[in-house]
């Protein structure tokens, strides 16, 4: 009764609803409003000896939900139109139209039309005109959908990128989850699935029937069909546009496609007139055939060309007559030996002359050469470096002499500049043409100097392991040039070695590029990165032992945070510890990578149930910490040392060591960052901690306080979808479910928790324990009126399928299947 009386006085607090989103004061306000209330409630003695009981009697209204942090709305309903296009309108653009009739008759959405995903995909070599007819489809179809939006699609960074720009744009998402690539994907899928629209002029989502968008999303480049297994929408209605090399796309991905074909002569006659600025007539027209035909009608090569003509004030006729023997012309006149997909390389290879270029524009393409071609911030191509061990690559210094160099590239449409974003790009076939161009030596020349480039761009941080040292926009902006750096690593370095100054600096930056991801919840990106640090690591031995430390330090953290093999972290930590200890100097910066090694080896012991081994490594972080200047002089404590021994007392059952050690890191943060401090997770960790030893000890009031402490610290640091809050939700589920009258919001905890661990494949440990708990809770609380029994709740359907398939040699029968087995599935702070 009691707790009922406190959650009750909890809901009294002002509240109200705009936008069927319910607006509620600060949630550590509310707890501490709520503690304050319960200083004068009655004696909790006996309290725990109370039989639960279940009631789903009682009807609470939104503001129950809202002021207890059980429900979040969903953002279902996004105001329209929306566009999304990282691409520019090409005025130029001529044609094609019998296929743009095609993709009409296939993606527009007609009333008549049965539901079903609309589905087109666009084949054929690259610089055949894929991209610029799904562009100016993207333009020219306005009046046709709601909502529009354009994807890079050839890595899965940059998918997951563009699902990011669509979560933001739709107000899907907020606060931290702004950035978090798997919460944007999992919401932008579900958007998809039910895309609830508001008009311009309806204020309220509450007004009127709901209407479903019409959305079209177009993926560019789409030539690894493996890439958009987790990113292909999931709907019974939409339209889907595909660019793609790879011709297995029309059957795989789409349901209709076309394998494109080079312009008709007459469209290529218009594109080159229009290029160029020239009217037709006669004289023009005969002249453009003659040179369209000898480009063997590459719209590429045809823009190329027009570019020349009119830097050179010249007509199209006076260009073609003016060529000399052994021209442009003659040369190209070779192509049509070739087979097509190399005729196409070869018209662009003769036609861009890069010799003709100064020094400085020539390094800077070839620079380029390993840089993603979609798009490079020209913050980072705008770099001093100095590579002793590198030959005079002549590359432009910052400011004028990079200027000039790059105007020089835009003139001659190398490459294109996007003068908003500040960002240069330019067509595969062209970077594969550059790369071509360049000797054995000359591609790891520039694939060296491409590494300094990105390095100096990072601005990587003295403190290693600090989350708020990242600019996430810069990160963001650098991470697909990584990937392709790390491509171009595999093919330019498999045999022999990196020079070793630029190794160092190699390492380093994926070492730190693999940390962001894991900070920002990226993990499916930052493990390849991890796996290819560890192998250069290792190839040079001593050379760059502390990297590899740096690096396996970020791997185990990776690994706790993914559940990977508990032994394999501990391995992980095991030779962090050992690295540490061996470059141990007895200087300031030594001593403290001892101590974190302790710490990490800590963690590695709590993944094994090993807590009087994580309790002894804490207190060695602890003595070794209390000599530091900052713990000296400063009143500094080591709060991941003290959280991790406060685990391992759980472990242990020792409740109220574990509550002293939480209360000291609570308190230390109180007083360092006031009460509100939302500067990092550890208060949440300590709180969560806190938490669980007070419900051990049946403090149940205490620990509800405390879980939503947690719960608003996790959402302010790690963000709303985090698996953090997903187990404080789990927590605050499973009390409230033990409380009369409290089923709606047990119920909603429970699917919010269960929405979050669904998000990620790492954790089905963590959904499969959560749908059992539900499952459990309404066959208790009489919600299973449509079923029979409990086995037949979808909920335990599902857990006990991803039981089956975590542990497929224990598994028997589901009817076997108990508390006990769920919760051997987690670690045991889940509990």
Known sequence: MLIRNA?????????????????????????????????????????????????????????????????????????????????????????????????????????????????????????????????????QREDEFDAIFWIQ??????????????????????????????????????????????????????????????????????????????????????????????????????????????????????????????????????????????????????????????????TIDEYVSRQPDGSLLE??????????????????????????????????VYAMVFMDPDGVAEFIMEQSVKIPSLPMLYYPYPGEMFIEARNELSKTSLVQRNKECRALTWHRIVQEVARDRLSQTQLQNYFQLSIYLLCEAWECANDRFNRENFKRQKCEDILPHINTTLREYTTLYEIEALPIDNACEFVKLLQEVGWYLVQSSNYATAQPIFKVTLKICKQYGNQLKRYLADTLFSYARYGEETNMDPQRVYEYCLQFHNICLELDDGSISCREDVATSHTSLAQGYLLLDKYEEAVKHCKECMILEQALPDHLYEGAISQFAHIYQAWAWLGLKQYSKAAGLSLTVIEYRKMKFKENDVESFKLGLALHCLGIANQKQGLIVESIGIFQKALANFRATLGPNSFRVGQILLKLAEILAMQEGLAYGARMNFDQAIDIFRQAPYYKPELARALYKKSVFLASSKKQEAYLSMHDDPSYKE?????????????????????????????????
Not at 806 to 812: C, D, E, I, K, N
């Open 331 to 364: 040369e190209l006149s070779k192509v049509s030996e070739l087979p097509l997909k190399e005729q196409y390389k070869f018209t662009m290879a003769t036609v861009w002359k890069f010799e003709s270029l100064t020094s400085q524009a020539q390094s800077l």
């Open 153 to 314: 699609a050839d890595e899965e960074t940059k998918i997951a990128r563009g699902f990011v720009d669509i979560a933001n744009s739709l107000d899907l998402v907020d606060g931290s989850d702004r950035g978090d690539k798997v919460v944007c994907r999992y919401k932008v899928l579900k958007w998809l699935s039910e895309p609830r629209m508001r008009a311009p002029n309806v204020v309220s989502d509450t007004c009127g029937e709901v209407k479903l968008a019409k959305w079209l999303i177009l993926f560019d480049n789409a030539d690894n069909i493996d890439l958009m297994r987790d990113y292909w929408p999931m709907a019974s209605q939409g339209s889907v546009l595909v660019t793609s090399r790879d011709p297995l796309a029309m059957t795989e991905l789409a349901t209709r496609g076309i394998n494109l074909s080079p312009m008709s002569p007459q469209e290529c006659i218009l594109l080159l007139q229009k290029q160029v600025g020239e009217s037709p007539n006669p004289k023009s027209d005969q002249a453009a055939f003659q040179l369209a035909r000898t480009l063997g009608n590459v719209p590429l090569a045809i823009t190329q060309i027009a570019t020349r003509i009119r830097r050179n004030h010249m």
């Open 7 to 139: 959650i009750s006085t909890l809901i009294q607090w002002p509240s109200h609803s705009t936008n069927a989103i319910i607006i509620v004061r600060n949630p550590v306000e509310r707890v501490n409003f709520w503690n304050s209330s319960m200083s004068n409630a009655v004696s909790t003695d006996g309290m725990n000896q109370a039989t639960p009981t279940y009631s789903s009697s009682v009807a609470f209204r939104s503001a129950f939900s809202s002021s207890f942090e059980v429900l979040v709305p969903e953002r279902g309903f996004s105001k329209m139109p929306c566009f999304v296009r990282k691409i520019e309108f090409n005025p130029n653009f001529v044609g094609r139209s019998a296929i743009i009739e095609d993709i009409d008759k296939v993606l527009v959405p007609r009333e008549s039309s049965s539901y079903g995903l609309r589905s087109f995909c666009l084949c054929g070599l690259g610089g055949i005109g894929k991209t610029q007819i799904a562009a100016y489809y993207a333009f």
């Open 799 to 831: 857990a006990v399928a991803l039981y089956s398939d975590l542990r497929p040699h224990t598994y028997s029968t589901a009817q076997n299947l108990g508390e006990k087995d769920f919760d051997s599935l987690v670690r045991f702070w889940s509990l």
